[in-house]
């Protein structure tokens, strides 16, 4: 009853011949062969050889679809025959999710080693528990050597005081980005402009860092040569207004002097005229007309 009953394949094969001499309502059901096709049936007909592998069998149903099993068997003697009794855990899915999660790992793995970024797990004390090669050629220290590190040791300019409080409250926000300078290995001041996750797993943070040294030091000079480039237009340009007052002052004394020196000789000709136009200065006359003129050159200078 416990045979038939049970929910999982299970059979019985002479040790000979391999022949089947029992199975259950589970293998009838799973492998699609009726009872009695079944007993007319060896293991070379549902397990060809080369399916063999060391983690278990592949099954074949009548259908022709195949799948993993795990197999657990016993010697008996079955009406006076040695036998085995075998029952069959399909374990196709159970293999086809472990397959996958392997290699999904393996990518992870892969992603991890290979990373051009610098990738640090640490666990709630500080302490790193792994790095990349990229953390390794970051800080100039060997995988060895980090493994031996805390998150804040690396920082320029801050206490272990100062760096277990700032631990504390990442792992309170549960992210953290931004940029700092730490000292490599060789004392290298280094900047790095980094994103940390607390609790990718239970217990262990993530942190990714990229070297921005050379990133800054361009912008620092792009920045001073801005600057430079701002003050030599600043001077330039007040050097041109110098030269523009400048030329506007000898233009204007250029043409107060030539306008001087035109007014007073016409001021000689017309005093020369008034000599020669006689006494009468009345209304109309041209010695009126002269002096008239002669005022108005006076008050022209």
Known sequence: MLFDLAPVPAYIFDDV???????NNAA????????????????????????????????????????????????????GRAAHFVVATDVTEQRRLQEALFNSCRRLQALFDYALDAIFLANDA???????????????????????????????????????????????AGTLSGEYRLHAGDGTPRDVEFRAVANVLPGLHLSIMRDVTERNHARRETEARLRESHEQLR????????????????????????????????????????????????????????????RLVDDTI
Not at 242 to 256: M, N, S, V, W
Request: aromatic residues 10%; charged residues 30%.
């Open 28 to 79: 009838v059901q799973r492998y699609g062969y009726s009872r009695e096709e079944f007993l007319r049936l060896s293991l070379e007909d549902i397990r060809p050889p080369e399916d063999r592998s060391e983690a278990g069998w592949r099954h074949q149903t009548r259908a022709g679809e195949t799948f993993d099993v795990q197999i657990v068997s016993q010697p008996i003697t079955y009406n």
């Open 235 to 294: 001077r330039f340009s007040a050097r041109s207004r110098a030269r523009r007052e400048e030329d506007r002052t000898r233009l204007a004394r250029e043409l107060h002097d030539q306008l001087g020196q035109a007014l007073a000789g016409i001021k000689i000709d017309l005093h020369w005229i008034g000599l020669h136009a006689g006494a009468d200065r009345e209304p109309g006359s041209v010695g009126a007309k002269v002096d008239a003129t002669m």
């Open 17 to 23: 011949t391999w022949e089947f001499l029992a199975v």
């Open 126 to 172: 500080g302490e790193y528990v792994d790095a990349n090669q990229a953390a390794c050629a970051l800080l100039g220290y060997t995988k060895d050597q980090i493994l031996r590190m805390r998150a804040w040791e690396t920082r320029t300019n801050e206490t272990v005081a100062e760096g277990q409080d700032a631990w504390r409250a990442f792992l309170k």
